[in-house]
């Protein structure tokens, strides 16, 4: 079976020659371009779900999620297009430091589980402070 890695490799390539007649540089900002526009997509959805567009669209949960997987292979896609022989590793090594913090919000100080209660959510929310602008987590004073 293919790994999600083996399907982007093999969807890059087809999108690769596709755009063949296109300078490298372009095709990546154009897959860049091609996350917000997935992103912008779920964001649709969701209005549509909340009744909250003009044009009657309904929508389900569904979609929503349909549209952020969209979002996500753009962006493992515009990963390997910009570095197609290092994309695993790099997205291994910045999901590992973007979550670290989480996983020591889970984890008590002599190494047992945190439990769901409402102290365990207020710790957790605590370490979590998030920087829209430049998508860092915050260190906490």
Not at 3 to 32: F, M, Y
Request: some cysteine; glycine content about 10%.
């Amino acid at each position: 079976m293919d790994t999600l890695w083996d399907n982007i490799e093999k969807l890059s390539a087809v999108c690769r020659a596709a755009g063949a007649h296109l300078p490298d540089e372009e095709l990546k900002s154009l897959q860049v371009g091609k996350v917000a526009e997935e992103a912008g997509e779920a964001m649709h959805a969701l209005h549509g779900l909340k009744g909250l567009t003009t044009c009657g669209d309904d929508h389900a949960w569904s979609e929503v999620q349909n549209d952020l997987v969209g979002a996500v292979i753009a962006a493992l896609l515009a990963m390997h297009y910009i570095d197609p022989t290092g994309a695993r590793a790099t997205f291994d090594e910045v999901l590992h430091r973007r979550t670290r913090r989480g996983r020591e919000a889970t984890s008590t100080r002599d190494g047992t589980a945190m439990n769901s209660t409402a102290a365990g959510a207020t710790e957790l929310r605590s370490v979590l402070a998030f920087d829209g602008d430049c998508g860092r987590t915050l260190r906490r004073q």
